[in-house]
């Protein structure tokens, strides 16, 4: 059982572009390898949230992104460990994805994230998505 104060921060971002959200895939060697995510990853000591989530899109997709509001907040106890997940909306202001940690990348649409298998801690964050009026649009 995880002690409270082995707690990860994790900052994850939610990217639209034409009505698509950009999602990848964690490496087999990683903690719930082989499930998709919402790009993003670990916070280092000291870090904020936003710097962290610029850090890690430029490290594992090559992507210069603006880091706008934070959507929600998910903390969830695994076996192994607690996370927790705060997604932010971001636009990418610079590069095309590229899986420079030969990690997978999908745009998909709302109805679309049902088909790709997720950690738990993401699921509320998907039905929010594609609960939303227009998500068939998905202009967030």
């Given at each position: 059982m995880s002690e409270p104060d082995s707690t990860v921060d994790v900052a994850a971002a939610v990217i639209v572009q034409d009505s698509r959200c950009l999602i990848t895939q964690r490496l087999q060697s990683t903690h719930l390898g082989g499930l998709w995510?919402?790009?993003?990853?670990?916070?280092?000591?000291?870090?904020?949230?936003?710097?962290?989530?610029?850090?890690?899109?430029?490290?594992?997709?090559?992507?210069?992104?603006?880091?706008?509001?934070?959507?929600?907040?998910?903390?969830?106890?695994?076996?192994?460990?607690?996370?927790?997940?705060?997604?932010?909306?971001?636009?990418?202001?610079?590069g095309r994805?590229?899986?420079?940690?030969?990690?997978?990348?999908?745009?998909?649409?709302?109805?679309?994230?049902?088909?790709?298998?997720?950690?738990?801690a993401d699921q509320l964050l998907i039905r929010d998505l594609q609960d939303q009026p227009g998500a068939g649009d998905w202009r967030i």
């Open positions: 995510e919402f790009p993003g990853g670990k916070r280092h000591p000291d870090e904020s949230l936003p710097d962290c989530l610029r850090r890690e899109l430029k490290e594992e997709l090559d992507l210069t992104v603006e880091v706008g509001e934070e959507m929600k907040v998910i903390q969830h106890a695994y076996p192994d460990r607690t996370v927790r997940l705060h997604f932010y909306r971001c636009r990418i202001l610079g994805p590229r899986t420079l940690g030969n990690q997978a990348y999908r745009w998909v649409s709302p109805a679309d994230l049902s088909r790709f298998p997720f950690p738990d």
